[in-house]
Nanobody, 124 residues
């Protein structure tokens, strides 16, 4: 069982930055690929980024490529999402997720554990 707790969300102006963190419980964090998804009001949950179990591979949605960076620290059981050049359309609840596999996925149903989410609001 893995529990995920996100933090770092908030209100920021367009062009600003935020860094989300996701702390995971359990001893097997390094066995999981980790991902970030987001969901805006009235929209489906969408893929943002994922990182493989050892950080060797990362993938991003086209909408965030070049602006967001996913990383992980297995010694701290934590995954991060650095978000730069934020846009109003990045406004959403951001969810951290874990998959019992070496690599991540673009699809929410491929993940095994989810955090509660953290709100990110970007004002214009």
């Amino acid at each position: 069982q893995v529990q995920l707790v996100e933090s770092g969300g908030g209100l920021v102006q367009a062009g600003g930055s935020l860094r989300l963190s996701c702390a995971a419980s359990g001893r097997t964090f390094s066995s999981y690929a980790m991902g970030w998804f987001r969901q805006a009001p009235g929209k489906e949950r969408e893929f943002v980024a994922y990182i493989s179990w050892n950080g060797g591979r990362t993938y991003y949605a086209d909408s965030v490529k070049g602006r967001f960076t996913i990383s992980r620290d297995n010694a701290k059981n934590t995954v991060y999402l650095q978000m730069n050049s934020l846009k109003p359309e990045d406004t959403a609840v951001y969810y951290c997720t874990a998959r019992r596999a070496n690599s991540g996925s673009y699809y929410p149903h491929d993940y095994d554990y989810w955090g509660q989410g953290t709100q990110v609001t970007v004002s214009s």
